[in-house]
Protein backbone atom coordinates (compact mmCIF):
# COMPACT_ATOMS: atom_id res chain seq x y z
CA UNK A 1 0.00 0.00 0.00
CA UNK A 2 2.52 2.12 0.89
CA UNK A 3 4.29 1.94 -2.45
CA UNK A 4 1.43 2.79 -4.14
CA UNK A 5 0.89 5.87 -2.09
CA UNK A 6 4.54 6.83 -2.68
CA UNK A 7 4.37 5.99 -6.56
CA UNK A 8 1.25 8.56 -6.93
CA UNK A 9 3.04 11.40 -5.16
CA UNK A 10 5.79 10.61 -7.59
CA UNK A 11 3.08 11.39 -10.42
CA UNK A 12 1.89 14.56 -9.03
CA UNK A 13 -0.93 13.30 -6.84
CA UNK A 14 -0.76 16.15 -3.73
CA UNK A 15 -3.18 14.15 -1.57
CA UNK A 16 -1.03 10.51 -2.04
CA UNK A 17 2.32 13.45 -0.98
CA UNK A 18 0.24 14.28 1.98
CA UNK A 19 -0.24 10.65 2.98
CA UNK A 20 3.43 9.62 2.00
CA UNK A 21 4.36 12.33 4.48
CA UNK A 22 2.24 11.04 6.78
CA UNK A 23 4.02 7.63 6.50
CA UNK A 24 7.30 9.21 6.73
CA UNK A 25 6.12 10.85 9.80
CA UNK A 26 4.41 7.85 11.32
CA UNK A 27 7.54 5.23 10.41
CA UNK A 28 4.98 2.90 8.42
CA UNK A 29 7.09 -0.31 7.65
CA UNK A 30 8.71 -0.32 4.60
CA UNK A 31 8.74 3.54 4.15
CA UNK A 32 12.32 3.63 4.77
CA UNK A 33 13.15 1.54 1.62
CA UNK A 34 10.95 3.74 -0.21
CA UNK A 35 12.62 6.88 0.82
CA UNK A 36 15.94 4.98 0.33
CA UNK A 37 14.98 3.62 -3.43
CA UNK A 38 14.35 7.85 -4.79
CA UNK A 39 16.39 9.22 -7.19
CA UNK A 40 16.17 12.83 -6.02
CA UNK A 41 17.82 15.70 -7.91
CA UNK A 42 19.23 17.05 -5.40
CA UNK A 43 22.36 14.69 -5.48
CA UNK A 44 23.00 15.92 -9.06
CA UNK A 45 24.26 19.13 -6.42
CA UNK A 46 23.19 22.35 -4.92
CA UNK A 47 20.30 24.20 -5.78
CA UNK A 48 18.39 21.35 -7.60
CA UNK A 49 16.54 21.70 -5.60
CA UNK A 50 17.50 24.98 -3.36
CA UNK A 51 17.18 23.86 -0.05
CA UNK A 52 16.70 27.09 2.00
CA UNK A 53 16.62 26.30 6.24
CA UNK A 54 15.38 29.37 8.18
CA UNK A 55 16.24 29.34 12.13
CA UNK A 56 16.23 31.48 15.16
CA UNK A 57 14.17 32.29 18.52
CA UNK A 58 10.41 31.98 18.74
CA UNK A 59 8.82 35.31 17.62
CA UNK A 60 12.07 36.30 15.31
CA UNK A 61 9.52 36.51 12.71
CA UNK A 62 10.45 33.08 10.38
CA UNK A 63 7.41 32.37 9.49
CA UNK A 64 6.69 36.14 7.88
CA UNK A 65 9.97 35.59 5.91
CA UNK A 66 8.66 32.37 4.80
CA UNK A 67 5.68 33.42 3.45
CA UNK A 68 7.68 36.20 1.17
CA UNK A 69 10.19 34.05 0.38
CA UNK A 70 7.52 31.79 -1.09
CA UNK A 71 5.76 34.70 -2.92
CA UNK A 72 8.99 35.72 -4.63
CA UNK A 73 9.33 32.21 -5.85
CA UNK A 74 6.32 32.19 -6.99
CA UNK A 75 6.64 35.23 -8.46
CA UNK A 76 9.46 33.67 -10.75
CA UNK A 77 7.50 30.44 -11.58
CA UNK A 78 9.23 28.35 -9.08
CA UNK A 79 7.42 25.50 -7.50
CA UNK A 80 7.45 25.71 -3.93
CA UNK A 81 7.45 23.21 -0.75
CA UNK A 82 7.26 24.48 3.12
CA UNK A 83 8.23 22.20 5.45
CA UNK A 84 7.42 23.59 8.71
CA UNK A 85 8.47 22.27 12.27
CA UNK A 86 6.48 22.95 15.47
CA UNK A 87 6.72 21.86 18.79
CA UNK A 88 4.86 19.35 20.10
CA UNK A 89 3.58 18.63 23.23
CA UNK A 90 5.69 16.24 25.77
CA UNK A 91 2.49 14.56 26.69
CA UNK A 92 0.09 13.80 24.06
CA UNK A 93 2.91 14.72 21.10
CA UNK A 94 0.64 17.17 19.34
CA UNK A 95 1.42 20.62 18.20
CA UNK A 96 -0.16 23.66 16.95
CA UNK A 97 0.52 23.90 13.56
CA UNK A 98 0.28 27.09 12.54
CA UNK A 99 2.23 27.59 9.50
CA UNK A 100 -0.89 26.57 7.44
CA UNK A 101 -2.50 29.49 9.19
CA UNK A 102 0.25 31.87 8.55
CA UNK A 103 0.61 30.96 5.08
CA UNK A 104 -3.16 30.83 4.15
CA UNK A 105 -2.25 33.68 1.10
CA UNK A 106 -0.89 30.54 -0.96
CA UNK A 107 -3.42 27.71 0.66
CA UNK A 108 -4.88 27.96 -3.23
CA UNK A 109 -2.03 27.98 -5.08
CA UNK A 110 -1.14 24.25 -6.83
CA UNK A 111 2.41 25.40 -6.64
CA UNK A 112 2.87 25.59 -3.26
CA UNK A 113 2.94 22.44 -1.18
CA UNK A 114 2.50 23.74 2.93
CA UNK A 115 3.08 20.94 5.47
CA UNK A 116 3.44 21.15 9.05
CA UNK A 117 5.80 18.30 11.25
CA UNK A 118 5.69 18.05 14.77
CA UNK A 119 9.15 18.03 16.57
CA UNK A 120 8.02 15.02 18.64
CA UNK A 121 11.10 16.13 21.25
CA UNK A 122 13.66 15.59 18.46
CA UNK A 123 16.46 17.95 19.37
CA UNK A 124 18.22 20.26 16.77
CA UNK A 125 14.73 22.44 15.83
CA UNK A 126 13.61 19.68 13.18
CA UNK A 127 11.62 16.56 13.02
CA UNK A 128 13.11 13.08 12.98
CA UNK A 129 11.46 12.96 9.50
CA UNK A 130 12.45 16.62 8.15
CA UNK A 131 15.18 15.09 5.95
CA UNK A 132 13.06 12.11 4.69
CA UNK A 133 10.06 14.28 3.77
CA UNK A 134 12.84 17.05 1.97
CA UNK A 135 13.99 13.82 0.17
CA UNK A 136 10.64 13.41 -1.17
CA UNK A 137 9.79 16.63 -1.57
CA UNK A 138 13.05 16.96 -4.15
CA UNK A 139 12.07 13.45 -5.87
CA UNK A 140 8.69 14.83 -6.85
CA UNK A 141 10.05 17.93 -8.68
CA UNK A 142 9.83 21.20 -6.35
CA UNK A 143 12.15 23.94 -7.42
CA UNK A 144 12.59 25.53 -3.80
CA UNK A 145 11.94 23.91 -0.33
CA UNK A 146 11.82 25.88 2.87
CA UNK A 147 12.80 24.40 6.06
CA UNK A 148 11.11 26.03 9.04
CA UNK A 149 12.93 24.72 11.99
CA UNK A 150 11.47 24.80 16.09
CA UNK A 151 12.32 28.10 17.40
CA UNK A 152 15.76 27.24 18.92
CA UNK A 153 17.98 27.70 21.87
CA UNK A 154 21.05 26.51 22.95
CA UNK A 155 21.23 22.91 20.98
CA UNK A 156 22.53 21.21 18.20
CA UNK A 157 21.02 22.70 14.95
CA UNK A 158 20.67 19.90 12.45
CA UNK A 159 19.02 22.05 10.00
CA UNK A 160 22.49 22.92 8.50
CA UNK A 161 22.67 19.12 7.05
CA UNK A 162 19.72 19.50 6.10
CA UNK A 163 19.97 22.64 3.78
CA UNK A 164 21.79 23.99 1.07
CA UNK A 165 21.66 27.89 2.47
CA UNK A 166 20.97 28.63 5.84
CA UNK A 167 18.90 31.54 7.18
CA UNK A 168 18.99 32.95 10.89
CA UNK A 169 16.64 35.06 12.25
CA UNK A 170 16.59 37.23 14.87
CA UNK A 171 15.68 40.01 16.67
CA UNK A 172 16.81 43.18 18.48
CA UNK A 173 15.03 41.46 21.70
CA UNK A 174 16.98 37.79 21.14
CA UNK A 175 19.62 38.62 23.08
CA UNK A 176 23.26 39.81 22.95
CA UNK A 177 25.85 38.25 20.31
CA UNK A 178 27.41 36.04 23.31
CA UNK A 179 23.93 34.00 23.79
CA UNK A 180 23.43 34.17 19.86
CA UNK A 181 27.37 32.31 20.37
CA UNK A 182 26.06 29.97 22.79
CA UNK A 183 23.20 28.81 20.55
CA UNK A 184 25.42 27.82 17.83
CA UNK A 185 23.96 29.96 15.62
CA UNK A 186 27.68 31.26 14.51
CA UNK A 187 28.51 28.09 12.96
CA UNK A 188 25.76 27.48 11.20
CA UNK A 189 24.64 30.47 9.60
CA UNK A 190 24.90 31.51 5.69
CA UNK A 191 23.33 34.96 6.23
CA UNK A 192 21.72 36.49 9.01
CA UNK A 193 18.74 38.54 8.72
CA UNK A 194 18.09 40.93 11.42
CA UNK A 195 14.21 40.93 11.60
CA UNK A 196 11.74 43.83 12.76
CA UNK A 197 14.37 46.44 11.22
CA UNK A 198 12.06 49.19 13.18
CA UNK A 199 12.81 48.00 17.41
CA UNK A 200 15.49 50.05 18.83
CA UNK A 201 18.69 48.42 18.83
CA UNK A 202 18.21 46.64 15.75
CA UNK A 203 21.43 48.50 13.74
CA UNK A 204 23.27 48.28 17.27
CA UNK A 205 22.56 44.07 17.03
CA UNK A 206 23.99 44.04 13.04
CA UNK A 207 27.03 45.66 14.05
CA UNK A 208 27.56 43.61 16.75
CA UNK A 209 27.25 40.88 14.50
CA UNK A 210 29.32 41.68 11.99
CA UNK A 211 32.26 41.80 14.67
CA UNK A 212 31.50 38.36 15.81
CA UNK A 213 30.97 37.10 11.95
CA UNK A 214 35.08 38.50 11.18
CA UNK A 215 36.07 37.49 14.61
CA UNK A 216 34.82 33.61 14.33
CA UNK A 217 35.19 33.49 10.18
CA UNK A 218 37.64 31.16 9.00
CA UNK A 219 40.22 32.95 6.50
CA UNK A 220 40.26 32.14 3.10
CA UNK A 221 36.87 29.88 3.32
CA UNK A 222 35.49 31.74 0.07
CA UNK A 223 31.95 32.57 1.77
CA UNK A 224 31.94 36.03 4.10
CA UNK A 225 28.44 35.44 6.07
CA UNK A 226 26.53 38.69 5.92
CA UNK A 227 24.29 40.66 7.73
CA UNK A 228 20.66 42.36 6.59
CA UNK A 229 18.37 44.18 8.92
CA UNK A 230 15.07 43.95 7.42
CA UNK A 231 11.41 43.91 8.09
CA UNK A 232 9.22 41.30 6.99
CA UNK A 233 6.13 43.06 7.62
CA UNK A 234 6.76 46.19 5.77
CA UNK A 235 8.41 44.69 3.68
CA UNK A 236 11.77 46.22 4.06
CA UNK A 237 15.31 45.33 3.29
CA UNK A 238 14.13 41.76 1.40
CA UNK A 239 15.99 42.57 -1.60
CA UNK A 240 19.37 42.22 -0.19
CA UNK A 241 18.39 38.81 1.64
CA UNK A 242 16.70 37.50 -1.58
CA UNK A 243 19.89 38.33 -3.72
CA UNK A 244 22.33 36.84 -0.72
CA UNK A 245 20.23 33.63 -0.46
CA UNK A 246 20.67 33.66 -4.82
CA UNK A 247 24.36 34.16 -4.12
CA UNK A 248 25.33 31.15 -1.79
CA UNK A 249 22.99 29.07 -3.75
CA UNK A 250 25.84 30.03 -6.65
CA UNK A 251 28.63 29.55 -4.76
CA UNK A 252 27.84 26.60 -3.37
CA UNK A 253 27.34 25.30 -6.93
CA UNK A 254 30.64 26.72 -7.12
CA UNK A 255 34.01 27.37 -5.55
CA UNK A 256 31.84 26.46 -2.44
CA UNK A 257 30.89 22.81 -3.38
CA UNK A 258 33.16 21.18 -1.06
CA UNK A 259 32.16 22.90 1.50
CA UNK A 260 28.24 21.90 0.66
CA UNK A 261 29.40 18.04 -0.27
CA UNK A 262 31.05 17.63 3.86
CA UNK A 263 27.58 19.28 4.91
CA UNK A 264 25.92 16.43 2.60
CA UNK A 265 28.14 13.56 3.91
CA UNK A 266 27.57 14.90 7.40
CA UNK A 267 23.51 14.84 6.96
CA UNK A 268 24.03 11.24 5.73
CA UNK A 269 26.12 10.06 8.76
CA UNK A 270 23.43 11.95 11.13
CA UNK A 271 20.30 10.35 9.24
CA UNK A 272 21.36 6.55 9.82
CA UNK A 273 22.71 7.68 13.52
CA UNK A 274 19.34 9.30 13.84
CA UNK A 275 17.25 6.25 12.50
CA UNK A 276 18.89 3.84 14.93
CA UNK A 277 18.81 6.02 18.17
CA UNK A 278 15.18 5.63 17.05
CA UNK A 279 14.50 2.04 16.75
CA UNK A 280 16.67 2.11 19.83
CA UNK A 281 13.89 3.86 21.87
CA UNK A 282 11.23 1.86 20.28
CA UNK A 283 12.75 -1.32 21.03
CA UNK A 284 13.14 -0.33 24.84
CA UNK A 285 9.81 1.50 24.90
CA UNK A 286 8.29 -1.36 23.39
CA UNK A 287 10.63 -3.57 26.32
CA UNK A 288 9.09 -1.58 28.92
CA UNK A 289 5.33 -1.80 27.82
CA UNK A 290 4.89 -5.60 27.84
CA UNK A 291 7.99 -7.67 27.63
CA UNK A 292 9.60 -6.28 30.72
CA UNK A 293 7.04 -5.15 32.78
CA UNK A 294 8.99 -5.44 36.38
CA UNK A 295 11.63 -3.31 34.79
CA UNK A 296 9.00 -0.61 34.57
CA UNK A 297 7.33 -0.73 37.47
CA UNK A 298 11.17 -0.90 39.45
CA UNK A 299 11.52 2.25 37.95
CA UNK A 300 8.52 4.00 38.75
CA UNK A 301 9.10 2.41 42.03
CA UNK A 302 12.36 3.97 42.11
CA UNK A 303 13.41 0.40 43.31
CA UNK A 304 15.48 -0.07 40.07
CA UNK A 305 18.39 2.48 39.20
CA UNK A 306 17.80 3.63 36.09
CA UNK A 307 21.53 4.19 35.06
CA UNK A 308 22.63 0.87 36.09
CA UNK A 309 19.11 -0.55 34.11
CA UNK A 310 20.67 1.82 30.78
CA UNK A 311 23.91 0.50 31.40
CA UNK A 312 22.67 -3.20 31.28
CA UNK A 313 20.43 -3.20 28.76
CA UNK A 314 21.27 -4.84 25.72
CA UNK A 315 18.81 -3.97 22.22
Sequence with gaps: ???????????????????????????????????GGLSPRRRGGPGTPHVIGLTGPPGAGKSTLTDRLVAEARGAGQRVAVVAVD????????????DRLRLEDHALDEGVFVRSLASRGHVGGLSRATGQV???????????????????????????????????????????????????LLEVADLFVVNKADRPGARV?????????????VPDEGWDIPVYVASATKPFGLEGVSWAIEAHRVWCA??????????????????????VA??????????????????????????????????????
Design 205 to 217: LQRHLEQAVQLDQ
Design 278 to 315: EDARVAAAVRLGAADQALSDGLRAGTENPYLAAAGWVP
Design 1 to 35: MAAAVFDAALRGDRRALSRAISMIDDRVKGVLDLI
Design 87 to 98: PSSPFTGGAILG
Design 254 to 275: GSGRPTWDARRAEGRVRTFLDL
Design 134 to 184: VDLLDAVGFDRIIVETVGVGQSELAVMEVADTVVVVLTPESGDVVQTMKAG
